[in-house]
């Protein structure tokens, strides 16, 4: 028989407040509430900290506090990460992130979902399904990133999104449901560089 850890890894549906889950949740605000209450001057006892909490890290990252997580082994973050103040990650689920991604101020990552029905709910069952973040990726202030979506290598999320469906790479995409406003092409790196070079 599957442990509700088991399940919760494998998109069942599953009860968080078994002991195993609860244990390894408290676990994860102790060294989250370490890491927050931590002097701006920190940054190296910071960064000890994340490597004790996140599954996977790469050689340069930065979060902004205040963080939050549920576990934290389950987020794997890599290089040249970082993320502005209030970023939320409930990592019930894998909670992939590619290279030199931007997350700006109070971003919500949620792996984490509960039953239409109410009854269901009232019997506490949960489940959870993966998010990946792919390379590149800068992601705006206030934006939501619903279980089960896929953001493609280099594309931007615009401030204040929902995202509830996969976004392809290359793009630039926003709005509540977030949606492809357009592509993002060469032409917006040499306007870019033109309009700022003296």
Known sequence: MKTEKEKMLTGEPY???????????????????????LPPS????????????LGKTGDSYYFEPPFRCDYGYNIEIGENFYSN???????CAKVI???????GPNVGIFTAGHPMHYENRIQEWEHAYPVKVGNHVWIGGQVVINPRVTIGDNSVIGSGS???????PNVFAAG???????????????????????
Request: a positive charge.
């Open 97 to 103: 992130i590619g290279n030199h991604v931007l997350i």
């Open 42 to 53: 920190e940054v190296d006892k910071r960064k000890e900290i994340l490597q004790q909490l």
């Open 15 to 37: 009860k968080a407040n078994a002991p195993e889950l609860l244990a390894e949740r408290q676990k994860a605000k102790e060294l989250i509430f370490s890491f927050n209450n």
């Open 162 to 168: 929902v995202v509830t469906r996969d976004i392809p």
């Open 176 to 198: 509540n449901p977030c949606k492809v406003i357009r592509t993002i092409t060469q032409e917006d790196k040499n306007s870019y560089l033109s309009t700022r070079s003296g």
């Open 85 to 91: 103040y209030n970023l939320t990650i409930l990592d």
